[in-house]
């Protein structure tokens, strides 16, 4: 799906890419995205008030609506309304298919041989690609702009002297519209969710929240006092990171920790799920949000240890709440 975009490149071709988009991701530069937030948080609220008392809501799809909306925003300038139903049509079949593909991945199969899920995948693809190509060339006669399809567009390689095709417009915002909003959606809900189970947690947030902020409007100037919600939004991503592994493709052959590792091997590195087992009395304990900031992370002598997800152990850690 992403084709030749910064994501899946290597050497001089992610590093120029890279270099463009950067910029964006700085902690300044996302400082400034503070009213579009506020306004996705807010629109997301109005929907929920206007529930009848007992309601079912589908909170990762909203959560879905919201990232989307923030992200498509700050990447696409004027937003990609019909990037949303192009992306929720196929997105569970898209999903569902995944796993068969790391399979084949590994197993070093064509992209092209028959798998389960293979077909709804690739239609999900071409859906989603046809309408990032389209805004791509609506944007074509503009000029200057800010966003990240702006300053793609009007990017150079060093190199060479070209600018960027539209090809590889087209695989970047693909590559950052699924990576950076789905990734998002999921942290937001489980972090609901953590919070739905844990009246401590949620008095302690609703506390802050009416200290830092009051009445007014959030706004990026509050983020550095809301301290609290950092803690629990890290502790969430912690024990629920929503991307449980990074695979990546051995280039060259190499020795790690001693071990011969040949090139063409398939790496895969979890997200580890750990829990801290306290030297003192030998019963697991868990980390809590208290734990979870920058500023004040203890460390009492501890042996970090790493779970399946349905050990008991990991089991334990789900319950900090």
């Known amino acids: 799906m992403f084709g030749n975009?910064?994501?899946?490149?290597?050497?001089?071709?992610?590093?120029?890419?890279?270099?463009?988009?950067?910029?964006?991701?700085?902690?300044?530069?996302?400082?400034?995205y503070g009213s579009v937030i506020s306004e996705a948080a807010e629109a997301t609220i109005s929907g929920w008030r206007l529930s009848e008392p007992g309601s079912l809501r589908l909170i990762n799809r909203e959560m879905m609506h919201a990232a989307f909306h923030v992200i498509s925003n700050t990447m696409l300038a004027g937003g990609a309304p019909s990037g949303i139903k192009a992306v929720e049509k196929g997105h569970a079949d898209y999903y569902a298919g995944v796993n068969w593909w790391i399979?084949?991945?590994?197993?070093?199969?064509?992209?092209?041989?028959?798998?389960?899920?293979?077909?709804?995948?690739?239609?999900?693809?071409?859906?989603?690609?046809?309408?990032?190509?389209?805004?791509?060339?609506?944007?074509?006669?503009?000029?200057?702009?800010?966003?990240?399809?702006?300053r793609l567009a009007s990017s150079q390689d060093p190199e060479t002297g070209r600018s960027m095709p539209d090809v590889l417009l087209v695989d970047n915002i693909v590559s950052f519209l699924m990576a950076g909003f789905d990734t998002t959606a999921f942290a937001?809900?489980?972090?609901?969710?953590?919070?739905?189970?844990?009246?401590?947690?949620?008095?302690?947030?609703?506390?802050?929240?009416d200290s830092v902020v009051g009445s007014e409007r959030i706004t990026s100037a509050h983020y550095s006092r809301l301290k609290v919600v950092q803690q629990v939004v890290s502790e969430s991503l912690r024990l629920d990171p929503t991307a449980p592994v990074i695979i990546r493709d051995i280039q060259e052959d190499l020795v790690l920790n001693g071990t011969r590792i040949p090139a063409g091997t398939i790496g895969i590195i979890p997200s580890m799920r750990?829990?801290?087992?306290?030297?003192?009395?030998?019963?697991?304990?868990?980390?809590?949000?208290?734990?979870?900031?920058r500023a004040g992370r203890k460390s009492p002598r501890a042996t970090n240890t790493c779970h399946s997800a349905r050990d008991p152990a990991s089991a334990l850690a789900r319950r900090w709440l």
């Open 5 to 32: 975009a910064m994501i899946s490149s290597e050497g001089h071709q992610w590093r120029w890419q890279r270099s463009v988009a950067a910029p964006l991701f700085r902690h300044e530069e996302l400082m400034r």
């Open 103 to 150: 399979v084949y991945r590994m197993l070093g199969l064509p992209h092209w041989l028959p798998r389960p899920g293979g077909r709804p995948m690739r239609a999900h693809e071409r859906r989603l690609r046809s309408v990032v190509s389209e805004i791509v060339r609506s944007r074509s006669s503009v000029t200057g702009g800010n966003d990240l399809l702006a």
């Open 274 to 293: 750990s829990i801290v087992i306290a030297a003192y009395g030998g019963s697991p304990t868990v980390s809590t949000p208290r734990g979870s900031t």
């Open 188 to 209: 937001l809900t489980w972090t609901l969710y953590l919070v739905s189970q844990s009246p401590e947690w949620e008095e302690r947030i609703l506390a802050e929240l």
